[in-house]
């Protein structure tokens, strides 16, 4: 099995499991379990899941994020909520929004046997190494099929994160360099990323200089030739690292559950609910 398959299953379940972070429903979900603003429920929600850990643990785990951004959120969440509170709050909020986006198409048998193929591929992978897909493992799952699929997508999805920043670190690529790689590429505007993820334009400025010392950007802040060889072999190094459940799977059950979430995953890329391609998720940016 070749590592880009890796990649072909994230491609066919991200927007299952990332439509959470854009769903309507959260604000007030999050707003009743006691936190303030988006940025809080995107950090406590997502981390939760390790307990009430400090601001370093999320800028350590989530990696790319100006660090400021994260300790205006962490640990007042905990303050104002708990992780218990917030993880109820994440996982009402995936369940009205996934009724709100497939409706009758939750009870469906084709998303049950999609809950289990995914099920099967993501749980009891080695967390070593994988704090976030670790956190969430410990979680129960979900007695719906198509919170069971949401949840297994989860999973998937920080195991194959957290091996991207094992990727990146061991490319001696820290968070901010990873995005002015990306956009060096092409692959995503820099404002838009500046923006979502908080670094300021000195912090940028810093981090084009560092890359462009290494001769990895030229004076133009496009790519070298050894740039484009680097994000080339990170890039390769996380589909690696993702590996091991599609390998538990199998190629038969990967391709069979490519094709059941195909439908779930058009509606709710259809619906405008969720920006696919996402330009600050994409593999490579540390999303």
Request: charged share 20%; aromatic share 8%.
């Amino acid at each position: 099995m070749e590592p880009s398959l890796a990649r072909r299953m994230w491609w066919a379940l991200e927007p299952y499991h990332a439509m959470v972070y854009f769903a309507p429903e959260a604000r007030a979900a999050y707003g009743d379990a006691g936190l303030k603003g988006g940025w809080m429920g995107y950090f406590a929600s997502r981390s939760a899941a390790m307990g009430p850990v400090p601001a370093e643990v999320v800028v350590a785990t989530f990696y790319n994020f100006q660090p400021g951004l994260v300790h205006r959120a962490i640990p007042d969440a905990w303050r104002l909520s708990s992780p218990e509170r917030v993880l109820a709050a994440r996982y009402s909020t995936a369940d009205a929004a996934l009724h709100r986006l497939l409706g009758p198409g939750t009870g469906a048998a084709e998303l049950a046997e999609a809950a289990g193929l995914a099920r099967r591929a993501a749980e009891g992978r080695d967390p070593a190494g994988r704090p976030l897909y670790a956190g969430h493992a410990s979680l129960p799952w979900p007695d719906e099929p198509h919170l069971a699929l949401w949840h297994a997508a989860t999973l998937l999805r920080e195991f194959r994160g957290d091996g991207h920043v094992a990727a990146l670190l061991g490319a001696g690529v820290d968070g901010c360099e990873a995005h002015v790689l990306a956009v060096a590429a092409g692959a995503v505007p820099a404002e838009l990323l500046r923006s979502f993820r908080g670094w300021s334009d000195e912090q940028w400025s810093g981090a084009v200089e560092r890359l462009r010392a290494r001769g990895w950007v030229e004076g133009d802040d496009a790519l070298t030739q050894a740039g484009r060889d680097v994000r080339a072999g990170v890039e390769a190094r996380t589909d690696e690292l993702a590996m091991a459940p599609w390998r538990q799977l199998g190629a038969d059950g990967c391709d069979r559950l490519a094709e059941l979430v195909a439908e779930p995953r058009a509606r709710i890329v259809d619906a405008g609910s969720f920006p696919f391609p996402n330009p600050i998720g994409l593999p490579g940016s540390a999303g």
